[in-house]
């Protein structure tokens, strides 16, 4: 299953993540928080992120977009941008910290960051991934909350809660909300010359669909990804606008997709690819005309459908 081309979490793993920190987080107080990789920080400064956090209660987790956030005490809000790698995972209480590997070998430091020891007494044996720890948040309650990073490209920036417009300004509505009507979306395409993939892709257009979900909408829909966005009939995009929705509300009820990076808070992987129709299936049979499903490259990314259901129209671009 593991290919050259990394996956990002898209909303229904950001989503699920979320819930599941709903659940073990809201109410705890972060004492402290150690950054072992400080470019993860976006906002503000380091020495001011660490200043302003400690002691904050958390108070809420949401998600918009792709981005995961953390509601604060006294009106602040972490913003965690996870983009390839990034993974949270919440260990219990009594973890050692290990940060000898800082002095024994920096190099190798810089790349694995922290090791986690489970207390002593445990007699459950964890598999869990703690390798790359880039910024650990230490709760009052001696639990550990950490963000793991492989790749290094994750961000967090911490804000007050009144520019959070002003963060996400560039943001398209949230396609599982009210604010995404058939209307709006088809408003959104008026006008525009790219292809479906690349349009679906943007995040101005509606918030959080990453390649995963724009390939299942897509075959959804029967539409062609290089077909030009503006071409689109009014039933094509309620159809369209309806395949959005309803892959994306499968793709949380399964947990999110794993291919290879994406873990949830407990280090499991998703479920979803057991039920992906066109991603990353290539070769093997649509579930619905048994044609064999192709792989192209729109926009340097893979593009995945099915070339008898998804047939290419007069009006599709060439890419
Ligand atoms: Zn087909």
């Not at 920190?21 to 920080?41: D, K, N």
């Not at 101005?204 to 390649?211: L, Q």
Request: net charge neutral; with cysteine; charged share 25%.
């Amino acid at each position: 299953m593991i290919g050259d081309e990394r996956i990002m979490p898209e909303l229904p793993e950001v989503e699920y993540t979320a819930r599941q920190l709903r659940s073990a987080v809201v109410g705890s107080t972060i004492r402290e928080v150690q950054v072992f990789w400080e470019r993860t920080i976006a906002h503000p400064q380091l020495s001011e992120f660490l200043t302003e956090i400690a002691g904050r209660r958390i108070e809420g987790v949401r998600r918009r977009g792709k981005f995961l956030l953390l509601d604060l005490s006294g009106d602040l809000f972490l913003s965690i941008h996870r983009r390839m790698t990034g993974n949270f995972l919440l260990l219990p209480a009594d973890w050692e910290i290990d940060t000898r590997l800082r002095e024994s070998d920096p190099l190798a430091w810089k790349t694995r960051g922290p090791e986690f020891h489970p207390p002593a007494a445990t007699a459950v044996s964890y598999s869990r991934e703690t390798s790359y720890c880039r910024v650990c948040f230490e709760l009052a309650d001696g639990r550990y909350l950490l963000f793991t990073d492989p790749r290094k490209f994750g961000r967090i920036e911490l804000w007050p809660r009144v520019q959070e417009e002003a963060v996400f300004a560039n943001l398209g509505p949230e396609p599982l909300s009210d604010a995404f009507t058939v209307e709006r979306f088809a408003q959104a395409l008026v006008g525009r010359r790219t292809g479906l993939k690349q349009t679906l892709l943007d995040q101005e257009v509606v918030a959080g669909i990453g390649n995963i979900y724009a390939d299942e909408a897509l075959y959804y829909a029967c539409l062609h990804p290089a077909r030009r966005a503006d071409s689109l009939t009014p039933s094509e995009i309620r159809i369209l606008h309806d395949g959005i929705v309803t892959v994306l509300t499968l793709g949380i009820e399964h947990g999110g997709t794993s291919f290879n990076d994406y873990r949830d808070l407990w280090g499991e992987a998703g479920q979803n690819y057991n039920h992906v129709r066109v991603y990353r299936q290539e070769g093997k049979p649509c579930g619905r005309c048994n044609t064999l499903i192709e792989r192209i490259v729109i926009a340097q990314r893979s593009t995945h459908f099915c070339p008898h259901c998804q047939r290419t129209l007069v009006s599709a671009i060439t890419s």
